[in-house]
């Protein structure tokens, strides 16, 4: 039952709902567009803010529905391989090559079922980096490194901290083409389309 819960989270998670708006919506393929990403903040840039929004939504519900996923057919342990699953899912899509987007939101989605009040923080500390920097990569990868400290300061249990330690340097690690532009100087701001 359990690999059978986890393939599932897997195919949730490669639902490229950027690549869908896009090709379906706007007639061209988001990995020829902007930064390249299959995401909502290249959506965002490429396509405007509702369909930007549309995407983050989706992408967070993929992560919901892991964790849901998870508790329904097994304990914690299940519940953060299943969420695991689902960002692996999104960053490497079975239906798109094995591309993919960064992971923030389907992340994001799975601690709002998990750890909703760490979240919040976490948006906290996300929204004042990208206000004060306009970046939304910079915002991602702080707001990801804070995050598994909010989850033990909330008193979450253990497989939620390893879960957000694990997804978070996913985030990171899927960040480094963001990271390498923010040290050249070349990164987009929010409000620049590409």
Do not use: C
Request: hydrophobic letters at 55%.
């Amino acid at each position: 039952m359990w690999l059978l819960a986890l393939v599932v989270a897997y195919l949730i998670g490669s639902i490229p709902t950027a690549y869908v708006v896009g090709r379906y919506l706007y007639g061209f393929d988001i990995r020829r567009r902007g930064s390249g990403n299959v995401g909502a903040t290249n959506t965002l840039r490429t396509m405007g803010t509702i369909p930007g929004l549309v995407v983050l939504g989706v992408d967070a519900l993929k992560g919901v529905l892991a964790v849901l996923l998870g508790q329904a057919l097994g304990g914690p342990v299940l519940v953060i391989l299943a969420a695991l699953m689902a960002i692996v899912g999104h960053n490497w899509s079975i239906f798109l090559e094995f591309q993919g987007g960064r992971g923030v939101a389907t992340t994001a989605g799975a601690l709002l079922a998990m750890a909703p009040l760490a979240l919040f923080w976490a948006f906290l500390i996300w929204l004042a980096v990208v206000i004060f920097s306009r970046y939304i990569s910079l915002g991602s990868i702080v707001a990801a490194a804070v995050a598994p400290f909010l989850v033990i300061y909330f008193h979450r249990p253990w497989p939620y901290v390893l879960f957000t330690f694990v997804a978070a340097a996913l985030v990171i690690y899927r960040h480094r083409p963001n990271i390498k532009r923010l040290l050249a100087g070349t990164e987009h701001k929010l409000g620049e389309r590409s």
